[in-house]
């Protein structure tokens, strides 16, 4: 298992819905916050390399000292409506799955993602959900946690 | 006593038009979300989808009759015996079991281990209180009403409370005797 792992999903309107530090290293209190920084600070190099492939699994598009950011970008996010399609052309349509990583698995974290990917879809199927709103499932959680111990 | 025929729902089930059971499951999923989005409270929720089952059990009960040609219950085992076999199979696809008669036989318990209608849901901490499939408790009492019989029906085991099961208690309140609808000088 990876000694850092820093895993969050951000919707398409670039709010981060879920956040989990699945890493084994003791934590330090500051980690979290950086560890955050670091992704975010990675979204617009995503968005530049999501409009230039068709792959959904991007693998250490950046890095920071030792670690490497790794992004699963879904589908397009359709919105069904013309006029909102064309304001959100000039954002994002995606949602993004970030990982941010010490270890150098790319099979497993790329599992990893297709896994958690399938987690997600169970998820925005859940009529009560709200898509683009917080993922406060706990069941959802503990599965990711465990995916994490799986393949990273 | 010749035991009623059918027993079983999946001959009628074979041969009724059916949806896509994720059509189905999120056709349903909307109507909650969206009651939850006009009524707010989670108690309101809960009456309307009782009363919108109701509505949809006094018109199922007939379609029931037509087409499952179950000859008349003898008795409220009977009657719950064939909800939970013929009827739920008919019209959802699975079969439920009665359990915990209580000893006047005016109270059962209908035992659901699948229900298609939950598929995908988990219910948010925002709507704690609510009875997610409480139409079906809604058509079970609104059919049983068409035809002379009182109940109450209500939900003691919820799985998307945590519990194993869906368990459903129907309870006979009274039978209603049926009446000749002219009077003699009309």
Known sequence: MATTACFIIVSRNDIPIYEAEVGSAAKREDAAQLHQFILHAALDIVQDIAWTTSAMFLKAIDRFNDLVVSVYVTAVFCRYISYNLIFSLTTSLHTRLMLLHDSRNDDGIKSFFQEVHELYIKVLLNPLYLPGSRIASSHFDTKVRALARKYL | ?186
Request: net charge negative.
């Open chain 2, 1 to 186: 006593m010749a035991p009623v025929a059918p027993r079983s729902g999946d001959a009628i089930f074979a041969n009724v038009e059916r949806v896509n059971a994720e059509l189905f499951t999120l056709t349903y999923g909307a109507i909650v979300r969206q009651l939850l989005t006009d009524l707010e409270e989670v108690e309101e929720v809960n009456k309307q989808l009782d009363q919108m089952g109701y509505n949809i059990g006094i018109r199922l009960i007939d379609e029931f009759l037509a087409k499952s040609n179950v000859a008349r219950c003898v008795d409220f085992k009977d009657t719950a015996e064939v909800i939970a076999k013929v009827g739920f199979k008919m019209f959802l696809g699975v079969t439920a079991s009665v359990s915990n008669w209580d000893a006047d036989g005016t109270c059962c318990s209908i035992v659901l281990e699948d229900n298609p209608l939950v598929d995908f849901v988990e219910l948010p901490d925002t709507c704690q209180g609510l009875y997610y499939c409480n139409v079906l408790s809604g058509v079970i009492r609104g059919a049983l009403e068409m035809v002379s019989m009182k109940t109450e029906v209500t939900w003691v085991r919820d799985m998307l409370r945590g519990d194993d099961a869906f368990e459903l208690q129907v309870k006979l309140l009274k039978q209603v005797p049926e009446e000749y609808p002219y009077k003699d000088d009309e």
